[in-house]
C-alpha cells in the first residue's frame, strides 16, 4: 500500500496516510483535528503530487519565511482555506525547503499562487495578494 506523510496544520504531528484513503477526509492521530481541510497543508516533494492529483480543485501558495509579502499573506490564505473547508485544497510550499517543486513550476517570484485541477494548473496569480476576491475568481474558474 502507497502511503504519504504529512504534517497536521494543526498541531504539526507527523501522519502517514494511505493513499487510496486521502478522499476520506483523515483526521489526525495525536489532535484528531482535519488533515487534509480548514487549514493549508505542508506541500513536500514527498505528498505534492499526491495532493495535486486529488478530485477537489487546489490552490497552491509558493512562498518564503524570509519574503516579507509572503508572510503579510498568510493569514488571507488560512481564512481563504477555512472559509472555502471541503470544496478546495490548500497547499503552502516553502520554496527554500522545497526547492525542486520550486523549480519544477518555475517559481520567479514569490508569492506565487497557483490553481490546478485534477492535476492541471487552470491559473496563476504571481505578486502579493491581498484581495480574496482575485483567489475566489481563480477557484470559480476552475
Not at 2 to 20: A, E, F, K, Q, Y
Not at 116 to 141: A, E, M
Amino acid at each position: 500500500m502507497s502511503t504519504i506523510t504529512t504534517r497536521c496544520p494543526h498541531c504539526l504531528g507527523m501522519n502517514r496516510l494511505p493513499v487510496d484513503r486521502i478522499a476520506e477526509s483523515p483526521n489526525c492521530g495525536r489532535c484528531k483535528s482535519p488533515l487534509l481541510d480548514g487549514a493549508p497543508i505542508e506541500g513536500t516533494s514527498d505528498n505534492f503530487s499526491t495532493l495535486l492529483n486529488s478530485e477537489q480543485p487546489i490552490v497552491v501558495d509558493f512562498w518564503a519565511t524570509w519574503c516579507n509579502p509572503c508572510v503579510g499573506f498568510a493569514p488571507v490564505f488560512q481564512q481563504v482555506a477555512e472559509e472555502r473547508q471541503g470544496d478546495v485544497r490548500f497547499i503552502k510550499i516553502d520554496t527554500e525547503a522545497q526547492q525542486q517543486l520550486a523549480a519544477q513550476f518555475q517559481i520567479r517570484s514569490i508569492p506565487t499562487i497557483m490553481v490546478f485541477k485534477g492535476g492541471q494548473r487552470i491559473d496563476t496569480i504571481n505578486g502579493h495578494c491581498r484581495k480574496l476576491s482575485l483567489i475566489y475568481g481563480s477557484i470559480r474558474r476552475s
